[in-house]
C-alpha cells in the first residue's frame, strides 16, 4: 500500500482479511511516523522508507494506490515498470491523457491495472444491468451523488492535488452514468454523450464545489449529472432511468451494501428490491485477485476508465474551468 489514507482500511485492508490468498505485507508514507502508526493499528509487518523502497521489494506481487489523484499516474506508472500489478483508487488519473499513459504501461509490462470503482463488482451492478434492458428505448438518464464536505483545507478542494466535486463525486456519477448507458444494449449509448451546459458552485477559482451537468445522446436521448461536495443539496444518492416501456429508480447505487433501494416500473406493474451482498470492496478486491491468477494483462476494461476521464475533461472544458493535472505527461 503506497501512503496511510484512510480509504485504504476500506480499499484494502479490511478486504485482505476475507479474500483467500491476500496478505497485506508492506506499507510506506512520505511520513515515516504516520505509517509506522497505521502500521501497527493495522498490523501490516513491513514499513518501508520511501516509495521506491517498496516497489523494488520482490516478495511484492501487486500494489494498491489511494494517494491524492495528482499522484495517481505518476505512481501506478513505476509500480507498473516495476513489475507490480496495481489497483488504483478512482478517478484512475487527473485527466484522460494520463489514463491512456497508464493504460500503455500496463499493456507494455503485461501487468493488471484496475481502477477501484468498487460498487460496478457487487451484485446491485448486476440487477441494475439487468433492470436496463427491460425498459426498451432509453429517453434519459439521471445520476447525483451530493455528500457534505465542508472542511475547507481538505485535500479535494486542492487544485494541485486534482481536487474538485467532479473529481471526487462526479466520477461515480459520471461512471453510473455510461455504465447504464451501456447495460441497456443501444448502440448510441455506448458513447459517451455531449456536454450541453454546466451549472457550478466554486469553492475557488479554479476548483469546483457543485456541479449540475446537462448532456445529450446523437439519438436524442437526455441526461443529467448531479454532484456537490457542498450546496444546499446536503445528502443525495440516486440515479433514475426513464425508457419507452417504464422507469427504474436506484437508491444509493455507490455503496450498496450500506443501504440501498431498486424500484421498477414497467407499464402498471411496480416492483421494489433491496440487494444483498458484503462489502463492495470486497468484491472488488477478489475480482483483481483474479484477474491476476487467470493472467489478464490489461484491466477489466481500462477504456472504462479513459471513456470516464474523457467525460470529466469535457464537463471541465464545458465550465470554463482548467483540466486537472499535467496533460503533457510523455
Known sequence: ????????????????????????????????????SYAKK?????????????????EIDAIYNPLPNSLHCEWSIKALD???????????????????????????????????????????AQRMREAVTQLGAIHRIETSMCVPLFLSKDIRY???????AAMDLGVYVVNLMRFLGEASGQKALAKNPSIKSTQV????????????????????????????????????????????HGELKLTNPYVPHTFNGLRLRLGERKTKEKIRGEATYTYQLQEFVNRIRQGERHSMD?????????????????????????????
Not at 486542492?158 to 474538485?164: D, V
Open 201 to 244: 458552485k466554486l469553492h475557488d477559482e479554479r476548483v469546483d464545489r457543485a456541479m449540475k451537468v446537462d448532456v445529450g445522446w446523437e439519438n436524442g436521448t437526455t441526461g443529467r449529472l448531479h454532484f456537490s461536495l457542498w450546496s444546499s443539496t446536503l445528502l443525495k444518492l440516486s440515479a433514475r432511468v426513464m425508457g419507452e
Open 1 to 36: 500500500m503506497l501512503g496511510a489514507a484512510r480509504i485504504g482500511d476500506w480499499g484494502v485492508v479490511q478486504p485482505a482479511r476475507r479474500v483467500e490468498g491476500v496478505e497485506l505485507v508492506s506499507l510506506a508514507a512520505r511520513d515515516r511516523k504516520r505509517a509506522l
Open 158 to 164: 486542492r487544485y494541485e492535488l486534482a481536487g474538485g
Open 82 to 124: 516495476a513489475g507490480k500489478h496495481v489497483l488504483c483508487e478512482k478517478p484512475i488519473a487527473s485527466n484522460a491523457h494520463e489514463a491512456k499513459k497508464m493504460a500503455e504501461a500496463a499493456t507494455r509490462n503485461r501487468r493488471v491495472l484496475m481502477e477501484a470503482m468498487h460498487y460496478r463488482f457487487h451484485p446491485m
Open 302 to 330: 481500462l477504456s472504462d476508465a479513459i471513456g470516464t476521464m474523457e467525460m470529466i475533461d469535457a464537463i471541465y472544458d464545458k465550465a470554463g474551468l482548467p483540466r486537472r493535472g499535467n496533460s503533457r505527461i510523455d
Open 42 to 58: 493495522h498490523q501490516i509487518p513491513v514499513v518501508h522508507d520511501s516509495y521506491e523502497s517498496l516497489l523494488a521489494d520482490p
